[in-house]
């Protein structure tokens, strides 16, 4: 890397982190402070004015661009989860939200990295991180947005040189900036709408977890509120992947049988949607279900399922927005938005207590 592309960076990396606002050091000054000729300098500075970063203005200095004025402002975008982006529903409503986002605010936005970091399959660690600095961060994007699943070990490396958003559940210790949904509470309102409508036998599907599975244990937590709170007995069924007909058979030797069921998953629910008929489990006439997140294919399935959204546009148009505050210097403090799950009733719910 040449004089002019290092001072160049390192001009860039101090606006992502707004240790410049507004306006940055005169040439002369930078080229003393870096030990190159006011030339090297001029020339740096060039280099981040032709590509839209900077502004200059005669006799007043160099400006930031506004956010609004970049035509060099790009975003990072990591997916984090054992799936083909592509075929993932989740992520396609996530990507259609932040595309939308962008020709809202009619800026020059552009999602450079891609990446699904593990595969179908789960690889070694070291290979998980070169793929990330491969797909994420070698295109050098101002800002990036991690979705998905949380791996703290290779999140870690968003500890990096520009803002990111994390649109999950972190540690609290890892004070990261995030856009996440309050999915303990999506849980605990699926439970209150199945007590409104007769049910006492009101269990929890999901499945095993490590101390990782931040969204996983909320939703538990959500669930034991809730049941504790309608005064009604908890039960579990706990789970390993894949699914299947595991779940009907769980619920078919439950003692005692539950007449409903939340599910942590949309595997889960659609599992028991299409496994459960051939096991004599009517759906809902003998268990009532309610899914987290598949607004999708659940609602294609027979019956369609009713479901809690985790992510979706919305959420996605919220966490851009942040991200250009961030980029524009106009967040303040740490970024932490709990925002509500959303809710669609469809006849796997059923409309009544069923016997």
């Known amino acids: 890397m040449s004089k002019i592309d290092g001072i160049a960076q390192i001009i860039l990396k101090r606006i992502r982190t707004n240790a410049y606002i507004d306006k940055i050091p005169g040439e002369r000054a930078l080229a003393a402070e870096f030990s190159v000729d006011f030339k090297t300098a001029n020339r740096a500075i060039t280099a981040l004015v032709k590509q839209g970063t900077l502004i200059r203005k005669r006799g007043l200095g160099t400006f930031i661009a506004p956010i609004n004025a970049r035509r ?175 779940l009907a058979q769980l619920v078919l030797d439950a003692k005692p049988r539950p007449t409903a069921i939340v599910c942590a998953e949309s595997t889960l629910g659609l599992a028991i949607i299409n496994h459960g008929p051939a096991l004599g489990l009517r759906i809902p006439q003998d268990i009532a279900v309610i899914s987290f997140d598949d607004g999708d294919s659940g609602s294609y399935a027979n019956p369609p399922l009713s479901h809690i959204i985790a992510f979706g546009e919305d959420l996605a148009h919220h966490a851009v927005q942040r991200l250009i505050e961030k980029l524009d210097g106009k967040a303040n403090g740490r970024i932490g938005d709990v925002l509500p799950c959303p809710y669609f009733e469809h006849q796997s719910s059923g409309s009544q207590r069923l016997t």
Not at 148 to 165: A, M, V
Not at 186 to 212: K, M, P, S, W
Request: charge should be negative; hydrophobic fraction near 40%; charged fraction near 20%.
């Open 72 to 246: 060099d402002l790009t975003i990072g975008l990591c997916f984090f989860k054992y799936s083909d982006p592509g075929r993932d529903p989740v992520f396609n409503r996530f990507f259609a939200g932040m595309n939308r986002e962008v020709k809202i605010h009619g800026l020059r936005l552009d999602v450079t990295a891609l990446s699904d970091v593990v595969g179908s399959t789960p690889q070694p660690l070291h290979e998980q991180i070169t793929l990330f600095r491969k797909q994420v961060l070698a295109p050098n994007p101002d800002g990036l947005i991690y979705l998905g699943n949380i791996n703290t070990q290779l999140i870690e490396l968003l500890r990096s040189d520009r803002p990111t958003i994390v649109v999950a559940q972190t540690p609290d210790a890892m004070q990261f900036d995030s856009v996440r949904r309050d999915v303990g509470d999506g849980i605990a309102a699926a439970v209150r709408r199945f007590h409104a409508l007769g049910h006492r036998r009101i269990a929890l599907a999901t499945y095993l977890f490590d101390f990782e599975a931040y969204a996983l244990t909320e939703k538990e937590s959500g669930y034991q509120s809730a049941v504790a709170s309608l005064g009604i007995d908890p039960q579990i069924l706990t789970l390993t992947f894949p699914p299947e007909g595991k």
